[in-house]
């Protein structure tokens, strides 16, 4: 039996059905196949236009590119970075990679040449630019500095009153490529020690030579003070930067003294090869027992030559009695 009531379809439900069987045609867009890929620019100087380019610049009118060249090759390396901001001409001249692997092999000079080119293969992609950003790295172009204080108890004048100093000292560290470095503590400041800080060194600037050696980012370092009972100092330090590739930070983990014979200290050329295998407790000399500090261990603030004028370092006590490396 047909029913006589008729219900309504809404035409939602017909839109709905004609979407369903309709076949879209989708257009071909090759650009979407870019997506995701860099595409370097292409610099003018390398242009094949026929029109002639002229360059505003007067050094590139002037200086041929294999001068120019040349110039950059007697860079260090962070002037390099800072030329690479100038124009675009620069920023695609500095990506050269021989710019970048004479300053690896000679960073990392002890590493010897065949381990560097096996470690920019196997983990920096074959690129030097990136293995100089990413590997841990000593700098070279400055001094690596902790400022301590400490307060120290004076005598008291009156009955009422007690006397205190704020003391402040520098440990003061410079590192060679060759495996050397210079050490010395003193109350002095920045700008004064910086003049002193080299291998020619007069003894009354009681500056230190040691040996170091870097696995990582962890620094063995050792080095003897002379005198009529030799004393070896034996650091152990982290290498950290405050960002990536900056390698401005040295965290001291670990400082000790210790007696040494010194008939073990001929005819060595480096002192690390007579420490390895030493406990921490051990001691060569009855008369210099081996002891573990704990004081003075403030992080290590790199400051570049050009800065040791500028540095905050060099602020006396009753203007920065604390300094927080960060």
């Known amino acids: 039996m047909a029913s006589d009531v008729s219900i309504g379809v809404p035409s939602e439900l ?20 870019l997506y995701g890929i860099r595409v370097q620019a292409i610099a003018p ?4 236009s026929s029109q002639p380019f002229y360059d505003p610049a007067l ?5 041929p590119d294999e ?11 962070y002037t390099l970075g800072r030329a690479s901001c100038v124009c675009r001409k620069w920023k695609y001249m500095v ?10 092999l000679k ?52 009955k009422f009153t007690k006397t205190v100093h704020v003391v402040c000292y520098y440990r ?15 109350s002095q400041r920045v700008k004064e020690v910086v003049k002193c800080m080299h291998l020619r060194a007069a003894k009354a600037d009681c500056v230190f030579k040691g040996d170091y050696l870097l696995t990582d980012d962890e620094i063995e370092a050792a080095l003897v003070y002379p005198g009529m009972r030799y004393t070896l100092l034996r650091m152990r330090l ?19 003294t210790t007696g040494v014979d010194k008939n073990e200290l001929k005819n060595r050329d480096n002192i690390l090869s007579l420490v390895e295998g030493w406990e921490e407790d051990e001691s060569h000399d009855p008369d210099v027992p081996a002891v573990s500090h704990n004081r003075g261990m403030t992080p290590f603030v790199f400051v570049p030559f050009e800065e040791a004028e500028t540095s905050v370092l060099n602020l006396p006590v009753d203007k920065m009695d604390y300094f927080v490396p960060g």
């Open 14 to 33: 017909h839109l709905l059905s004609h979407k369903r069987s309709m076949q879209y045609i989708i257009p071909d867009r090759p650009w979407l196949k």
């Open 45 to 48: 100087f390398g242009s094949v």
């Open 59 to 63: 050094i590139h009118r002037i200086l």
């Open 67 to 77: 001068l120019l060249f040349e110039v950059f090759m007697r860079m260090n390396p």
């Open 95 to 104: 990506r050269n990679p021989s710019l970048w692997r004479a300053a690896c």
């Open 107 to 158: 960073t990392w000079q002890n590493s010897g040449t065949e381990m560097n080119y096996n470690i920019v293969q196997t983990i920096f992609d074959g690129s030097w630019r990136k293995m100089w950003v990413y590997r841990p790295r000593l700098r070279m172009d400055g001094l690596y500095v902790s400022r301590n204080t400490y307060i120290h108890t004076g005598i008291p004048e009156f």
């Open 172 to 186: 003061y560290i410079r590192f060679y490529p060759s495996g050397k470095f210079l050490y010395k503590i003193s």
């Open 238 to 256: 982290r290498l950290r930067g405050t960002v990536v590739g900056a390698n401005n930070r040295m965290d001291l983990l670990k400082i000790l």
